[in-house]
Each structure stands twice: as C-alpha cells, then as structure tokens.
C-alpha cells in the first residue's frame, strides 16, 4: 500500500486517537510542569540531550569521558576529539529528534516494543559512565519503570506500553523546544552550546540566532512527527 502523503480521508479512528491523546498529553505536561511529578520525564529529556552530544562524539570517532545529569535539569557530557560544531548542536537537536522517534515508534506496538528495548540499553550503557547519582538513580529508575510497563503490557490487561512511549517523546518534544528557548533564547546563557558555536562557526550569526534556529528545527521535528504518525496510521 501506498503512503497517504496527502492525508486523504483524515481522520480515521486510530488518528483521531493519536491526535488527542497527543493533546491530552500537552495539557497534562503544561499543567504540572512547575510540579515534581514531571522531574523524571525532565531529566530523561536531559538524558536524551547528554547522550545525543555523547552519539556525535563517537560517530565523529572522539571519546567520551563521562556524563552527567543534575537535579537542576542541567547536565554535562565530557568529551575528548571528535568533531566539535557537529557535538555542540547534537544535544538540543538530538533530543528533538529522539523525540520525533519516539513518537513515531508509538504509533504501532512494535516498534513500541523496540523503541521501549532500545531506551533500555541506552540507559544501561549510560549507567556504567555516568559520573554522579542523579544519573544513575535516572537510569535504574526508568530501566525498572520501562521493564514493569512491559511486563503489564504482555501479562495483564493494562496495555500502556505505546502511550508511555508517546507520552516520552511528547514531554521530550515540549521539553527541547522550552529548554532551547529558555537558555538560548529569553536568558542567553554565555556558557550554551549555542554561545560556544557561534564563537567556532565562521558565519556572523549569534548565539542568540543560533538557539532561534535551533528552536525552528526543533518546532519542525515536532510537527513532522505528528504529520508522519498520522500517515503511518492512514
């Protein structure tokens, strides 16, 4: 069959479905994001940001040194070689786009399944180079948190698996594009990736523009997100 590009006949029960459950989602994180229930799914985020500069580095062949996550929702990823302006942007755009993966990946129970194994190993790995609690208590808690859901979704009848991957790469989304607003935007922290790469970049653009941009390609990978699920689902 054919991709629906055009979205005829939208929308059909599993998208109409998909649709609210994404704006349900929306509502509940603006409404409790002062709160501490959300912290974990904040600092998974975090995670995401701090292994995305981690994956640049590798594939860039340098070496990393360790990574942390803070209780504050900050984080540091200590790296050695590899190729810097491609490591700098990898964390903010690197978590919107694991964000857009995972929301993809709830659209269907399998690749639920595998975007569920995959965050599993990911945080095991991270568990071994992480260099303060706060990670490693992130990493134990979500690997146990993850593990029980899908322990419900093949032995009980609460079938949550694909609306708590859905639910990560929804908060992980909203998150990105906040964070690259709130410390590159509105406060232009000096010490941001995107300070640091404009100071590399031979182009005259600014910190300040560079988290614009950053913002843009973020927004950007949160709609296609929506848009492919809803053809993934026509």
Same mark, same amino acid.
């Given at each position: 069959?054919?991709?629906?590009?055009?979205?005829?006949?939208?929308?059909?029960?599993?998208?109409?479905?998909?649709?609210?459950?994404?704006a349900v989602f929306t509502v509940v994180i603006l409404v409790l994001?002062?709160?501490?229930?959300?912290?974990?799914?904040k600092l998974i985020t975090v995670f995401l940001h701090e292994a995305s500069h981690a994956i640049a580095c590798k594939l860039t062949c340098g070496q990393v040194e360790g990574m942390e996550v803070h209780a504050n929702e900050g984080g540091v990823t200590r790296t050695r070689g590899g190729v810097y302006w491609l490591i700098l942007p990898a964390g903010y755009?690197?978590?919107?786009?694991?964000?857009?993966?995972?929301?993809?990946?709830?659209?269907?129970?399998?690749?639920?399944r595998i975007a569920a194994g995959c965050l599993i190993l990911a945080l095991l790995i991270v568990l071994f180079i992480a260099?303060?609690?706060?990670?490693?208590?992130? =990493?134990? @808690? *979500?690997?146990?948190?993850i593990a029980v859901v899908w322990v419900l979704q093949e032995?009980?009848?609460?079938?949550?698996?694909r609306y708590i991957i859905l639910f990560i790469g929804v908060m992980n989304s909203l998150f990105s594009v906040y964070d690259i607003y709130d410390d590159l935007i509105s406060r232009r922290v000096h010490s941001s990736?995107?300070?640091?790469?404009?100071?590399?970049?031979?182009?005259? =653009?600014? @910190? *300040?523009?560079?988290g614009v941009i950053w913002g843009m390609i973020s927004f950007i990978f949160l709609c296609g997100a929506i848009y492919l699920g809803l053809v993934i689902l026509s």
């Open positions: 069959m054919n991709p629906n590009w055009e979205l005829k006949n939208c929308c059909q029960r599993d998208q109409k479905v998909f649709l609210i459950t994404i994001w002062r709160t501490f229930l959300l912290t974990p799914f755009l690197g978590s919107s786009f694991w964000g857009m993966v995972l929301i993809l990946a709830s659209t269907n129970l399998l690749t639920s260099k303060n609690w706060t990670l490693r208590g992130l =990493c134990i @808690g *979500f690997i146990i948190f032995k009980t009848e609460v079938r949550i698996l990736d995107a300070e640091k790469f404009a100071e590399i970049c031979p182009c005259p =653009c600014t @910190g *300040f523009a560079w």
